[in-house]
């Protein structure tokens, strides 16, 4: 049974920081792609980061210089480091476990909120 528990979030004042992580399991978690994804409420879904199995790493520009994703192989766990948190980063993350550009595992859902 496969399955991404995620881990973190919760409630921050601007500026602050937060990490979520995600523990899968069930899968040979080292060849997927993992990524973040979030949706605030009323918005679409947004791709935040990812990393592959080389390591590389993408962000949406939003975020870029405040978020950092990373992978442990060793722990089968993908970590989303957020800094200098603002308001509009409030939503729903969810991870997500990616072959060949298919969302196939996602995660429970955390939420962060951050307030002003």
């Known amino acids: 049974q496969v399955q991404l528990v995620q881990s973190g979030g919760g409630l921050v004042h601007s500026g602050g920081s937060l990490t979520l992580s995600c523990a899968a399991s069930?899968?040979?978690?080292?060849?997927?792609?993992m990524v973040w994804y979030r949706q605030a409420l009323g918005k679409k879904r947004e791709l935040v980061a990812g990393?592959?199995?080389?390591?590389?790493?993408n962000y949406v520009d939003s975020v870029k210089g405040r978020f950092t994703i990373t992978r442990d192989n060793a722990k089968n766990t993908v970590y989303l480091q957020m800094t200098s948190l603002k308001p509009e980063d409030t939503a729903v993350y969810y991870c997500n476990a990616e072959i060949g550009g298919a969302e196939l595992y996602w995660g429970q859902g955390t939420q962060v909120t951050v307030s002003s």
């Open positions: 069930g899968i040979d978690f080292s060849v997927y792609r």
């Open positions: 990393i592959n199995r080389f390591r590389d790493t």
